[in-house]
């Protein structure tokens, strides 16, 4: 069992929110987090620091779709900030709605000097790579707004690719449990890998279906996917993994007027109350390359259970990155804060504090 830091110590965090997925900011109390650089931190956290991010994310102090950011100090000298994401069951490499939060946080909280009106540049290191990010500032009220971010470069790594998923898909025999079906999907890459899939693919309904059901078929989907197509990040080892499942409702052709849904659940079943910022520029790298979306041209991509929870999303640059075509893309949203809170270690014979998450 992994020992936790003294009773009396504690920890303190900022609480916000981006379109409703949470954001817990630790800013204080946490141990030494070694390395030299920030995948070095990144994976020492992982290796040592797990008891810690649980008993943060988890519950009695969490829950199972929680999300948070461990603040380390940047090892790139054009960064104004580093983090580390975490999440309920683990670590992530980028957060979209994370690195909007954070770029607020960043200005509201001095890590950036002498910002300016109308907009204030805040450069966010993440395992993936430093991700450029610009807040509304006013320079007479001190008032931070929304924020935009430039993603790091993101591309396409499969397009229709049809794989072998056992109960969904072309072909199933749902009277069978044993009977496997085709799903075509896409895989792409925006920071963390994602397979983007139509929900009507499989028959169902990224509007109506159960969350529960969609959590199912995510799971089977994952599996086939990690089974048949290759995710090996081209330059770090560390980021190559299948990270979630995006369902869509297949509307990626350009529509300036209506909003194409954009629903995630990643990791061990967590589901995005956001529409993704890392999952928006997967999506738009893989649209771009379909020739589906326009240069500089923004569309809006909305978590359909959720009325006001949208993000705005472009490519704006194209870029020969580690041999191939990508893109850079610039994701638009808002965070919120909710709070700050001091939460203490669990005393010696409170296992259940440790953290725990309830199926």
Not at 2 to 18: F, G, I, Q
Not at 226 to 243: C, D, G, R, W
Not at 259 to 274: C, H, K, Q, Y
Request: charged share 25%; hydrophobic share 35%.
């Amino acid at each position: 069992m992994e020992s936790l830091p003294d009773s009396s110590t504690s920890l303190r965090t900022v609480e916000m929110h981006t379109c409703g997925e949470p954001l817990r900011i630790v800013v204080g109390g946490m141990p030494e987090i070694r390395g030299s650089t920030i995948l070095e931190k990144y994976t020492y956290a992982k290796e040592k620091l797990d008891h810690i991010r649980r008993m943060l994310m988890a519950e009695p102090r969490g829950h199972n779709d929680m999300f948070g950011g461990i603040l380390v100090k940047p090892d790139l000298e054009e960064a104004d900030i580093a983090v580390l994401f975490t999440y309920g069951t683990g670590f992530a490499t980028m957060c979209g709605h994370g690195v909007i939060a954070l770029a607020r946080f960043a200005v509201d909280h001095g890590y950036v000097k002498d910002p300016k009106s109308p907009e204030t540049v805040v450069n966010i290191q993440c395992p993936c790579g430093l991700v450029k990010a610009h807040v509304e500032y006013d320079e007479n009220t001190k008032v931070t707004g929304r924020a935009r971010f430039h993603s790091v470069p993101a591309f396409s790594v499969a397009c229709d690719v049809s794989v072998n998923v056992p109960g969904y898909g072309r072909g199933v025999n749902r009277s069978d449990p044993t009977s496997v079906g085709k799903v075509k999907l896409d895989v792409s890459y925006g920071g963390a890998y994602y397979a983007i899939v139509d929900a009507a693919e499989v028959g169902l309904d990224v509007l109506q279906t159960p969350i529960e059901e969609l959590k199912t078929a995510t799971a089977a989907i994952k599996a086939a996917v990690i089974k048949s197509v290759p995710i090996t990040h081209p330059q770090s080892p560390e980021l190559s993994f299948l990270y979630g499942v995006i369902w869509t409702d297949g509307k990626d052709a350009y529509n300036a007027d209506e909003p194409t849904a954009n629903l995630t659940i990643f990791a061990d079943g967590e589901v995005d109350r956001s529409p993704t910022g890392s999952g928006v520029t997967a999506r738009l790298a893989v649209q771009y390359h379909k020739g589906h979306i326009p240069l500089a041209t923004h569309r809006a991509f909305r978590q359909p259970r959720l009325v006001d929870s949208v993000f705005s999303g472009a490519v704006v640059e194209e870029r020969e990155c580690f041999g191939r075509q990508a893109i850079i893309a610039d994701v638009r949203g808002k965070a919120y804060y909710t709070g700050e809170c001091t939460f203490s270690m669990p005393e010696p014979d409170d296992e259940i504090g440790r953290g725990f998450v309830m199926r």
